[in-house]
């Protein structure tokens, strides 16, 4: 261990799913000005660091680029993430996810002296995703709803089951936010004539109050929407402009919004 | 309905999301997740609230733009066919016993419930009409009795003709009057007068042509007459 050997500690904050190069910097207090180059004592676990030769920085490899006097360029790598991983913003639910690696500067020239590891951060900061929604069917029949279609396999409120004749019950719908429950989504369900009920258990985890009149809080924006229903037996017409597709290829247009209709992704321009 | 959520709570949210209708025909599901900023999504200013009120730290979200997924469920609605539900023998039991209870209201009512009524209808006319003959028995012996009372007014009046006719003949055999309390014009003192001398009366008419002494009260202020009459009266009686 070289004392007189730096490594310089440092922080970089990095979008996610973005790479970003950046500079391992040391220094050499002894004056012998010698050439260093850097070696990795740990490694991020979210992500990779390459080299400029491309080569993947394992655990005690050497950078290949060279930092030579009067070190304020540094050695040059990469830092590349892995797919969605972010670690801010961070929530006490989700915890603090590190993201950093240390190495040391050593003096190749000189019999690989090596300083005191040094360690750098790196911040990946969250870029929203589209929530991910899966419907395990596509049609379903169903038979009408009256107070003579009591189901004969005992199909009554509290006790649905997916052998509900008269009930459709929708299972299996899964939904995936790579952001996980960092920012809160807008949902929106409905149907032409009939009636569509949340699992009970779990409105509690709705909100419809806050966002009924969404004049009151936005201001600044013209409001678009407002949150309707109760959760429990709610009925939209869907017929209204919304859930044309013309009217969503004009959103399209207008907000130069990503969308996803029926798992086709498209982006507009 | 339309509400905010997290993404990830969506899955117990939706879970079991349930769709009923009382119309038959083809329907469409449309869930629809609006994720990101203005527009249809949550403005910067509702994100911002929210960040903070969940004890986020570091960095916020960057939002580039507001994405949505929407998938769509197609339904079939049919009818239900209810003589085959009926025929399934499957009826729940709140069912079941909500038609029991039905036809028995029914019957209660439109059976029960007026036979009951008739009966007791029945019943009520049987106790007049017993009421009314037990009236009718009553009238019959008041009747009855009536006819023996005047049968016997008649059998007084008779013999108090006879007693009238025996007197008459002693003041005429005796000159003298009789007191004018004697002749009964009011029938009901006749009645009370022949009671209490009924028996004395048939008694007298028994004794018709004999001789025997008979107490007369003659009021007078002929002396010499009253010492004749009552020589004659004592001797006869006519």
């Excluded at chain 1, 509900?164 to 995936?176: A, F, G, L, Q, Y």
């Excluded at chain 2, 609605?77 to 036809?103: G, N």
């Excluded at chain 2, 029914?106 to 007026?114: A, D, G, N, Q, R």
């Amino acid at each position: 261990m070289d004392v007189s050997l730096i490594a310089i500690e440092g922080e970089l904050k990095v979008l996610e799913d973005e790479e970003i190069s950046f500079y391992l910097k040391g220094n050499d207090t002894s004056g012998l000005n010698r050439t260093l180059r850097f070696q990795m004592k740990t490694i991020p676990r979210h992500g990779d660091l390459i080299d400029v030769n491309g080569r993947i920085l394992g655990i005690n490899k050497l950078t290949s680029d060279e930092c030579s006097f009067p070190y304020d360029k540094g050695s040059l790598i990469k830092f590349v993430g892995k797919k969605d991983f972010f670690n801010e913003p961070y929530s006490l639910e989700r915890g603090f996810i590190e993201s950093n690696f240390t190495f040391a500067a050593v003096a190749p020239s000189d019999g690989y002296k090596s300083s005191y590891p040094a360690r750098q951060e790196i911040k990946v900061i969250n870029i929203n995703d589209p929530p991910v929604l899966t419907l395990p069917y596509t049609e379903k029949t169903i038979h009408a709803f009256s107070s003579l279609s009591w189901d004969p396999d005992d199909c009554r409120e509290g006790f649905a089951t997916s052998k509900c004749k008269s009930r459709m019950i929708t299972d299996e719908i899964k939904v995936n936010d790579v952001d996980g429950n960092i920012d809160f989504v807008r949902v929106n369900i409905s149907s032409s004539h009939g009636m569509l009920s949340l699992n009970s258990e779990y409105l509690n985890k709705t909100d419809f109050a806050s966002c009924s009149n969404r004049t009151q809080i936005d201001l600044e924006e013209e409001a678009m929407w407002h949150c309707k229903g109760g959760g429990n037996s709610d009925r939209e017409v869907s017929s209204n402009l919304f859930y044309s597709r013309r009217y969503l290829f004009k959103i399209l247009i207008s907000t130069k919004a990503l969308y996803s209709i029926d798992g086709i992704y498209s982006t507009a321009s | 309905m339309v509400f905010i959520a997290l993404p990830l709570d969506l899955n117990y949210i939706l879970l079991n999301l349930t769709y009923e209708s009382l119309e038959v025909g083809d329907d469409t599901i449309f869930i629809a997740i609006y994720d990101g900023e203005g527009g249809e999504c949550l403005s910067s200013t509702e994100h911002t609230q929210r960040y903070r009120s969940n004890m986020h730290m570091g960095t916020p979200t960057i939002h580039r733009h507001c994405t949505s997924v929407v998938r769509s469920l197609s339904v079939k609605v049919e009818k239900y066919e209810v003589p085959e539900l009926w025929a399934s023998r499957k009826l729940p039991l709140q069912l079941k016993i909500a038609c029991t209870f039905a036809v028995t209201v029914f019957v209660l009512f439109t059976v029960i419930l007026p036979f009951m009524r008739w009966r007791n209808a029945r019943k009520e006319l049987s106790t007049i009409q017993v009421r009314g003959k037990k009236r009718r028995m009553k009238s019959t012996t008041k009747r009855t009795s009536a006819r023996a009372a005047q049968r016997s007014v008649r059998k007084r009046r008779k013999k108090r003709k006879t007693l009238e006719s025996i007197l008459s003949r002693s003041e005429s055999s005796s000159g003298g009057f009789v007191s004018d309390d004697d002749d009964y014009s009011d029938e009901d003192s006749y009645s009370s007068e022949y009671d209490e001398s009924d028996e004395s009366f048939d008694s007298l008419s028994s004794l018709e042509g004999q001789e025997i002494e008979i107490p007369v009260v003659v009021i007078t202020n002929n002396f010499d007459e009253l010492q004749d009459c009552s020589y004659d009266a004592k001797n006869r009686i006519v």
